[in-house]
Nanobody
């Protein structure tokens, strides 16, 4: 299984970026996909997930949108109204099977991880 994240970069506060995560080696449509991030000096945190539904961290609700294209085996994270505090390495992750509820927030419950893509938001 491989997860290839892309789309990170440098953007000014208030701007937008779209991250992509292409998956291979798994039956994409039946699995749960998540985005996590880790800022310097901080622990990894959940950002958004899609499985039996879509889920968001409170800090990104209304600004970020997760979506998936099963035909392309790709999950996206559209990030709008970016803030300096969104600066982090963003990782995509996959969990075998569809889940609902609190499991989707727990990075420890995911089976595969991508390599991460850096998002830097300047003021």
């Amino acid at each position: 299984v491989q997860l290839q994240a892309s789309g990170g970069g440098l953007v000014q506060a208030g701007g937008s970026l779209r991250l992509s995560c292409a998956a291979s080696g798994l039956t994409f449509r039946t699995n749960t996909m998540g985005w996590f991030r880790q800022a310097p000096g901080k622990e990894r945190e959940f950002v958004a997930g899609v499985g039996g539904g879509t889920y968001y961290a409170d800090s990104v609700k209304g600004r970020f949108t997760i979506s998936r294209d099963n035909a392309k085996n790709t999950v996206y994270l559209q990030m709008n109204s970016l803030k300096v505090e969104d600066t982090a390495i963003y990782y995509c992750a996959a969990r075998l099977g569809a889940v609902i509820g609190s499991i989707i927030y727990d990075g420890g419950r995911y089976d595969y991880w991508g390599q991460g893509t850096l998002v830097t938001v300047s003021s």
